[in-house]
């Protein structure tokens, strides 16, 4: 794909991994629509910083646990652009959740956000990427769906359950669009996290460092530039984590 004078709608944009991608597309001459749901002054400057690059930036904010909103933000992108080349599902929700005392609602939130949440957004971009011939989605899961983390099953199993989504919305948007995701490992420590903590997730890596938000946004851009032959892929970004 030449990226250049294309249309992305990233989701979660406003700030961390999502910012990195937004502006890394933005580099590459594409109009960008970024959403948010509580970051209202981080998407502001992101779009600045967006437009900045010399090309179109918007922002939104969308809930992506209701259907509606995310149709109506969907539907906007392409109204104001007149197409829509690309969709990054990043937005996510994360949170401890120790089994013994997580709870019903917590456990929706999370599933209707981390995989509720991408499908709603393929869902509603699909039919406007099917009409204009192509496409491109691609899906921020996480490491952790392939090694989850005890006191985190729900974000676990929703990030292990967008792998299988990837998969399936490969072969059901074939041929025209192509749908793969990236799987971050240790990039951006959420916040609260103890140094032991840290010090025991960069060990674990064969790299024995972090990853920075640039390496997640570099295997985007592959995807999106580097091969039109690759769907339902999933390429993991987390430093031999999964080997060692």
Not at 29 to 41: E, F, K, P, Q
Not at 96 to 105: D, K, S, V
Not at 148 to 161: I, M, N, R, T, V
Request: hydrophobic fraction near 45%.
């Amino acid at each position: 794909m030449r990226l250049a004078g294309k249309v992305a709608l990233v989701t979660g944009g406003a700030k961390r991994i999502g910012r990195e991608i937004a502006l890394s597309l933005a580099s590459r001459g594409v109009h960008v629509a970024i959403t948010y749901r509580t970051s209202r002054r981080e998407a502001l400057r992101t779009v600045r910083e967006i437009e900045e690059k010399g090309v179109r930036g918007i922002c939104l904010r969308v809930d992506q646990r209701v259907g509606p909103q995310v149709h109506r933000a969907v539907s906007h992108v392409h109204a104001l652009f007149r197409r829509l080349d690309i969709l990054v599902n990043n937005a996510s929700s994360f949170y401890p959740t120790p089994l013994e005392g997580t709870t019903e609602a917590q456990w929706e939130d999370l599933l209707s956000t981390n995989l509720g949440g991408p499908w709603r957004f393929s869902k509603a971009a699909a039919p406007f990427m099917k009409r204009q011939g192509s496409g491109k989605i691609l899906n921020i899961a996480d490491s952790s769906a392939f090694s989850p983390w005890a006191d985190y099953l729900p974000y676990c199993a929703a990030k292990g359950g967008l792998i299988t989504l990837t998969r399936g919305l490969a072969k059901a948007l074939a041929p025209k669009i192509q749908v793969n995701a990236v799987a971050p490992g240790p990039i951006l420590f959420p916040p609260g996290i103890r140094p032991a903590e840290r010090a025991r997730a960069i060990e674990k890596t064969l790299l024995k460092r972090m990853g920075s938000p640039q390496d997640v946004a570099a295997a985007v851009l592959f995807f999106l530039e580097g091969s039109d032959f690759v769907t339902g892929a999933v390429l993991p970004v987390e430093g031999g984590r999964l080997l060692a």
